[in-house]
């Protein structure tokens, strides 16, 4: 466990039904890298729970109900904490269209749930708050 990583907050923003043991093994291995972990069912909590806790990453999925991750991701931006979080794209959706559109509204990162092993994610996250 690193000491650095022990104040850092991450906010998990995807659907539970979704993908639910994904989100319990990411959940529970950020945890175990000293990681505290936020977490949101859809786009309208993840944006609530995100301007009012100013976590220092954010996961976010693309497709949930209530407010989809984009939507949520233009939002996060119009806010002057929002406009700088480091937002990182973990989903299945990839319409290169959506992709350009996220990366455009300063996504750091983009991968697919199904193409990214759990210990390169967590690799990936770390390097994005300055400890990879």
Do not use: C
């Not at 609530?48 to 209530?66: F, G, Q, S, T, Y």
């Amino acid at each position: 466990m690193d000491d650095q990583s022990e104040n850092k907050n991450v906010l998990v923003i995807e659907e539970i039904e979704d993908d639910a043991l994904l989100r319990k093994v990411l959940h529970d291995k950020l945890v175990l890298e000293g990681f505290g972990v936020l977490e949101a069912n859809n786009g309208e909590e993840g944006l609530a729970v995100a301007l009012e806790r100013h976590p220092d990453l954010i996961l976010l999925d693309i497709l949930m109900p209530k407010m989809g991750g984009l939507a949520m991701l233009k939002k996060l931006r119009e806010d002057e904490w929002g406009k700088t979080a480091r937002v990182i794209i973990l989903t299945n959706y990839d319409d290169v269209e959506k992709i350009a559109d996220a990366l455009g509204n300063r996504v750091f990162e983009y991968y697919l749930k199904a193409d990214t092993p759990l210990d390169e994610l967590i690799r990936k996250v770390k390097e994005n708050l300055g400890q990879g």
